[in-house]
């Protein structure tokens, strides 16, 4: 593993400490990931079952509830994430609940440089992943979902846009060489994206290079407030969180 990968290993692997002992990890499926993911199968499941064989690989998979959503619909799930312990909470949250046969591989690495086969993918799913990778892994990543992905694959990504409440805070203070990328140190929670370190803002525009040779690029914008409680508690008086839902096929 690069440097810069076992650096996000120490970095997340806190992250889930503080996640399980405050009993915060992720245990819901992204509603844009779900959302769109749906969008796909509609074509191609009957009765919202997906045809035997398909596989999904998720980069970044967590503690894995996007896996398990997968897997509810029929599909073979793959996960990769550099934190060893969002692997084994997601094994152990498919295997709970009678998905463990649709395991194909749980693999510890980075999204950067993923160990499998070329065209490997009918689906690859990325939620909140690609946003915390700096330039280069970034562009690595995004390639690694062009290689990974068969013809007429799907790609949907969730990932923070520059219209987000901590960017338009921020603005100015990007990395000189990477524009759109913080790095936030607050020196409070891990649990929260003020303190998770390198963070890139999308723009619209990005995605047409990073997913150059793609037949479809659909960056879909939505933007919310969160509950005024919940923003107090992160520290701030309103808190907009502004995500690309990005859907894209090979
Ligand atoms: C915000 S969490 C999202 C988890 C999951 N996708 C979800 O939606 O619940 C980010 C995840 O990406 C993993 N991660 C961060 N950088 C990574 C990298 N370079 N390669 C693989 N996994 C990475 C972290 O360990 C963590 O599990």
Known sequence: MAAT???????WEESFAEQIARQAYNTAPAEAVIRTVSYYLRDRAEHGVAPAGMQFLEMGCGAGPNLLWLAQKG???????VAPTALGLARETLERNGYGKQIGQLLEASVSAVPLADASFDGIVESCVFQHLGRADREAAFREVARLLKPGGVFVGYMLDAGHTIYR?????????????????????????SNIGVSHFFRREEYESLLAGF?????????YYIPKAE????????????????????
């Open 5 to 11: 990968d076992q650096a996000m290993k120490r970095v």
């Open 75 to 81: 599909i073979a799930v793959s996960g990769v994430d």
């Open 169 to 193: 805070m921020k603005a100015g203070q990007d990395l000189p060489d990477d524009p759109g990328t913080l790095v936030l140190q607050d020196g409070k929670s891990k649990v929260y994206l």
């Open 215 to 223: 037949r479809v690029i659909d960056p879909c914008l939505t933007t």
């Open 231 to 250: 923003a107090a508690k992160r520290g701030y008086t309103e808190y907009l969180q502004s995500m690309w839902t990005v859907y894209a096929v090979k």
